[in-house]
């Protein structure tokens, strides 16, 4: 594998050639807001439109999460149209997401706080329409509960539990708006086949699947 | 393919052809009449079904020998059913809505006594002295029909039609040619892709040519689902064929054994007509191994989509064969590259594979002197709406909106009692934008549309009037991309909704003063950010109506006005008492909530507590009266006189 160097935001930095563009950002310390990448996956799924950034080159703000490094790429985070897709994208999230954060149990541990933060933007939004879902909470399964209304739709979870623990309990269901995690028929996760390994939890970017005994 | 091998495929074809040519001349050019039916969805829709059977029965009771065949979709859906009647001594004549009655009048008049019944004629398909020909109506004269040219001529269902009219002779030629030759004539062709994007497609053949894989797919796309368009529908049912052709074309110059006709369920007849055509083109040596005597080999199968909007983004449609959800991925790779299964994988609309036979026939010279600089060829458009003759028109590129809406598709209809005037032409479905009237000396090409705001889209054209307004416009497309998104990426799954709930306020009078603004930015970012094509354009009957009809976004937010008077939230019926016909109770009985009631001197007038504003009572009311109208904003309607209590 080529060793190439690039430039992010002034910052020299050393890369082995065809890695996505995000990893080597995080990897120096270069933070990108992001939600759906997972450095395990091969195919990023560039869902959560976060990790936009701009490049040398390029007519528009690109994902970061889906862009293999060059020799010579020349890359800026904080542009400011890149911070205007980052900055809509967070609210339309936040449009659909209770944020109570006092009361979550993933309270200065989740991801839409840290992105919130590196914007120095509010959590609570007042340009959008509050279109939050208002569905029942599933606390069904002995290990940890499931909030619908908190998910972001990382698809994370899905992953993790299809691809690397090859168990596949979890899916999408319905689409657009109406799109949700589920088990298969809809059933209560209490009840559907589960085997507890917990990575769904420990992948979710948000407070929306929770340990209990890390609820508050 | 060496020398010999081309000489035994040539061969075996001319002695299909041969019994093709033999077959057609027995049933349209031999002593017996025939008599064609549009058995399509929108001919049956109308009553082909019976007009066929009344012919059959009829010919039947006068014992009359003639030839009733099914054929496809003429596009002349304000017309339908139509019916063509050869008989051997006369040109062939076309009939426009026919109804079981008239068949049988059609029968005795025509065929046994030979009278043509002149005041049923449409046209008369050739010139000649005694009735008017189609050469004197736009419809017919103004259109370059190369795809739709035998669409409404042969029974969709009889490879043989097919044949006989040259069907095939451009995949037999292409096997005469190396497979880079053909793509080459393609390219040298211009012809660009007709499923939206307008990608170069012989460029696209060459990619996927390229590929090193042994394994290639073909796909030919017909996952049509725009609102208002039918022309991939109408093609499928039409002449099935012309697409397998051009798919084995495709395959052939690209090198794939495989393909997919990826067509949505709710198409069944099109699904049926497909099925047919593949098993009959298998059935003679067209499809499956050896192709005619040679080593090539192809086949195809047919996937029902189960109807949902995205799948006809190519990337989502490959997942869907696949067995995934339809969800799009991020491009690149291209299915070119890394399509179906991983595999090099050609995608096509069915619009751009139907022009594939031609060009290989008629040559790469021939195609490119129809339309324009940057597109060539002819545009396929299913045209709808405030429009006198809606259907299926197909122009060359670069013929101006214009002379499609007012001149081939004759314009807007009359109101009951006026005119109405142009307002606006939706183009390319909930993609494309609504093009004001400024615009409408636009040539019809890739380019010229982007200018106002739109998109060539797959075909769909929605004529509006000035009883249609823009803000429901907007909203009504909205609702459709929000419904349809495949609930991915957060740019379309929450964007397209937040632009919906404005539009909805808007339309209800609850909008505030700086949604129009917050419209335009978030459609903007929606554009920037999305991650495919569905959600990338859907901001654009947002925008576009925003551009141009900025005013009616105004009058909602800032009067509660609707200019349209179409919102129902913001407008109020009334009957002008001067107008209302005393005697006349017609807009009582239509009144589904019972709020029209009697007044003083017998008068009608409406309880705008009960009244839903359904518009029924508007309906009815007899033209000559014209006595109810509507009021924006609703609180500006005149009080209705006072109710009188009926005596007991």
């Not at chain 2, 049933?27 to 039916?37: K, V, W």
């Not at chain 2, 009334?574 to 107008?579: A, L, S, T, W």
């Amino acid at each position: 594998m080529k060793t190439i160097t690039l430039t992010i935001d002034e910052k020299t930095v050393e890369a082995t050639e065809g890695e996505m563009l995000l990893w080597v950002a995080l990897d120096n310390d270069i933070y990108i807001p992001n939600l759906c990448a997972l450095k395990a996956r091969p195919l990023p799924d560039a869902n959560c439109r976060l990790c936009w950034v701009d490049i040398e080159g390029r007519s528009a703000p690109v994902t970061a999460c889906n862009e293999p490094v060059y020799n010579g790429m020349v890359v800026k985070t904080g542009t400011e149209r890149v911070v205007r897709l980052q900055q809509t994208a967070l609210e339309l999230i936040l449009s659909t997401h209770p944020v109570d954060c006092g009361r979550c149990g993933k309270n200065k541990r989740c991801e839409l706080q840290k992105i919130a933060r590196h914007l120095r933007t509010k959590l609570k939004q007042k340009r959008l329409r509050d279109i939050s879902k208002r569905l029942p909470i599933d606390s069904s399964h002995s290990l940890f509960s499931y909030d619908p209304n908190k998910c972001v739709l990382c698809g994370r979870c899905i992953w993790v539990c299809k691809e690397e623990q090859k168990v596949g309990t979890l899916h999408f269901a319905y689409r657009g708006f109406a799109m949700v995690v589920t088990a298969f028929g809809g059933a209560p996760l209490g009840e559907a086949d589960c085997t507890m390994c917990g990575r769904c939890v420990e992948v979710c970017p948000v407070g929306s699947l929770i340990f209990k005994n890390a609820e508050k | 393919m060496n020398r010999g091998t081309k000489t035994a495929v040539l061969q075996n074809f001319a002695a299909i052809k041969g019994r093709a040519l033999e077959a057609w001349q027995r049933s349209r050019e031999g002593e017996d009449p025939c008599i064609l039916i549009g058995t399509a969805t929108c001919g049956l829709a109308a009553g082909a079904l019976e007009v066929f059977k009344a012919f059959e029965e009829a010919a039947a009771a006068k014992n009359v020998r003639v030839h009733v065949i099914p054929v496809g979709c003429m596009g002349h859906c304000y017309a339908e059913p139509l019916v063509v009647i050869r008989k051997p001594d006369f040109v062939p004549v076309l009939y426009g809505k026919v109804t079981p009655t008239m068949a049988g009048t059609l029968v005795k008049q025509c065929l046994v006594e030979n009278n043509f019944v002149p005041e049923l004629v449409l046209a008369a398909l050739e010139e000649n002295e005694f009735l008017p020909s189609i050469a004197d109506f736009p419809r017919f004269a103004r259109e370059s029909r190369l795809i739709l040219r035998n669409a409404g001529m042969i029974n969709p269902e009889e490879i043989m039609d097919y044949i006989a009219c040259g069907g095939y002779d451009g995949f037999v030629r292409a096997m005469q040619m190396a497979p880079e030759e053909v793509i080459d004539v393609v390219r040298r062709s211009g012809l660009r892709g007709l499923g939206g994007a307008g990608y170069p497609t012989g460029k696209k053949w060459e990619i996927c040519r390229n590929g090193s894989a042994a394994l290639k797919y073909v796909i030919c796309n017909a996952d049509e689902g725009d609102p208002g368009s039918f022309s991939d529908r109408a093609l499928i049912e039409s002449n099935p064929h012309l697409l397998l052709e051009g798919i084995l074309i495709a395959a052939y110059a690209v090198g794939a054994q495989s393909g997919y006709f990826y067509v949505r369920n709710e198409y069944p007849l099109a699904v049926k007509r497909m099925r047919t055509a593949i098993r009959q083109a298998r059935e003679i040596g067209l499809l499956g191994g050896e192709i005619l005597g040679s080593d090539v080999c192809f086949d195809l199968t047919v996937f029902e989509g189960s109807g949902a909007f995205v799948c006809g983004e190519e990337t989502a449609l490959i997942r869907s064969i696949e067995g995934e959800r339809g969800m799009p991925r991020h491009r690149p790779p291209y299915p070119a590259t890394v399509g179906l299964k991983g595999a090099p994988t050609l995608i096509d609309n069915v619009k751009t594979m139907a022009h594939v036979p031609g060009i290989v026939t008629g040559g790469a010279d021939e195609f490119a002197s129809i339309g324009t600089g940057s597109s060539k060829g002819t545009a396929v458009f299913a045209v709808a709406g405030k429009i006198n003759n809606a259907g299926l028109v197909e122009v060359a590129m670069g013929t101006p909106l214009k002379e499609v809406v007012f001149e081939i598709c004759g314009g807007i209809p009359r109101g009951k009692s006026k005119a109405k005037a142009f307002k606006a032409i939706q183009i390319g479905g909930p993609s494309g934008g609504c093009i004001p009237e400024q615009f409408l000396d636009t040539p019809i090409d890739f380019d010229s549309l982007q200018e106002p705001g739109a998109m060539m889209g797959s075909g769909g054209m929605v004529v509006l009037d000035e009883d249609d307004c823009m803000v429901e416009v907007a909203r009504y497309f909205l609702d459709f991309t929000q419904k349809e998104s495949c609930g991915k990426c957060t740019f379309c799954r929450v964007g397209t909704r937040q632009l919906l709930t404005i539009l909805e306020d808007i339309t209800k009078g609850v909008g505030r003063s700086e949604d129009i603004d917050l419209l335009v930015e978030l459609s903007e970012d929606i554009k920037g950010g999305a991650l495919c094509g569905l959600g990338k354009t859907a901001p654009n009957p947002v925008l576009t109506t925003i551009k141009y009809f900025r005013h009616e976004y105004e009058a909602h937010i800032a009067r509660k006005c609707c200019p349209a008077m179409m919102c129902r939230d913001l407008i109020a019926y009334y009957i002008v008492p001067e107008k209302c016909e005393r005697s006349c109770d017609v807009c009582v009985g239509s009144c589904p909530t019972e709020a029209i009631y009697t007044a003083k001197h017998r008068i009608k007038a409406i309880d705008q507590e009960k009244c839903v504003k359904c518009a029924a009572c508007m309906e009815v009311c007899p033209p000559e009266y014209d006595a109810i109208v509507k009021f924006s904003p609703a609180d500006t309607v005149p009080p209705a006189p006072p109710r009188i209590e009926e005596k007991e």
